[in-house]
Nanobody, 121 residues
Framework: VQLVESGGGSVQAGGSLRLSCTVS????????MYWYRQPPGNKCELVSN???????YYSESVKGRFTITQDNAKSTVYLQMNSLKPEDTAKYYC?????????????????WGQGTQVTVS
């Protein structure tokens, strides 16, 4: 099982980024996918998830600004982030079938990617 995130970077407030997470080693289309983030000095947070049936969830802090989508043909889940704010600064992780929010996001846990840093100034 492998999950590889990309698309992070530094951006000014109000800008946009699109995160990608490409997976291998399991049936992507049958798996609920999650985006978590770990802000500096704070706990791990669930940002968004997309279920295998297409239903989506967004945390209140990102609702209306972030959009989660997936491309089954590419085994990739995306997180489009618009109107970014400094408080969105965090390391973002994608995870497979991970509904329980940990205290700390951990890229070493099976089913989690290594994370990609997003910095908004």
């Amino acid at each position: 099982v492998q999950l590889v995130e990309s698309g992070g970077g530094s951006v000014q407030a109000g800008g946009s980024l699109r995160l990608s997470c490409t997976v291998s080693g399991f049936s992507f289309s049958d798996t609920d996918m999650y985006w978590y983030r770990q802000p500096p000095g704070n706990k791990c947070e669930l940002v968004s998830n997309i279920r295998s049936d297409g239903r989506t969830y967004y945390s209140e802090s990102v609702k209306g600004r972030f959009t989660i989508t997936q491309d089954n043909a590419k085994s990739t889940v995306y997180l489009q982030m618009n109107s970014l704010k400094p408080e969105d600064t965090a390391k973002y992780y994608c995870a497979a079938d991970a509904p329980h929010v940990p205290l700390y996001c951990d890229g070493n846990v099976p089913g989690w990617g290594q994370g990609t840093q997003v910095t908004v100034s």
